[in-house]
């Protein structure tokens, strides 16, 4: 059974950062593409940032250079550390998982080719 586990929440004022993290446990194969997205409410879900089994990274545009995904596969975890965090980026976050050969190419927004989901985290960002 696979499991991906964010734990927690998170809040803080505008323009101060904030790091997401995924637990992922039971997934066997070693080809993989992990993206994070978010939902706001009003807004459709979309995709922030990806990161494959090989290391290669996809990003939304919207983030700016302000996130960054990274993985430490010795701890099976996925992490998100965000930047200079905006009001507009209150949100559920979640992470997710999908087996890929091809690293995350056009996945980043493909919510409906996700395989596993973690439950989401709430993630408040006040002006």
């Known amino acids: 059974q696979v499991r991906l586990a964010v734990p927690g929440r998170g809040s803080a004022q505008s323009a101060v950062s904030l790091s997401l993290s995924c637990v992922a446990s039971?997934?066997?194969?070693?080809?993989?593409?992990m993206p994070w997205l978010r939902h706001a409410p009003g807004n459709q879900r979309e995709g922030v940032a990806a990161i494959a089994d090989e290391g290669d990274t996809d990003y939304a545009d919207f983030t700016q250079l302000r996130f960054v995904i990274s993985q430490d596969n010795a701890w099976n975890t996925l992490y998100l550390h965000m930047n200079n965090l905006k009001p507009e980026d209150t949100a559920m976050y979640y992470c997710a998982a999908v087996y890929s050969e091809f690293g995350c190419a056009e996945l980043l927004d493909d919510y409906s080719a996700m395989d596993y989901w973690g439950k989401g985290t709430l993630v408040t960002i006040s002006s």
């Open positions: 039971g997934y066997t194969h070693s080809r993989y593409c």
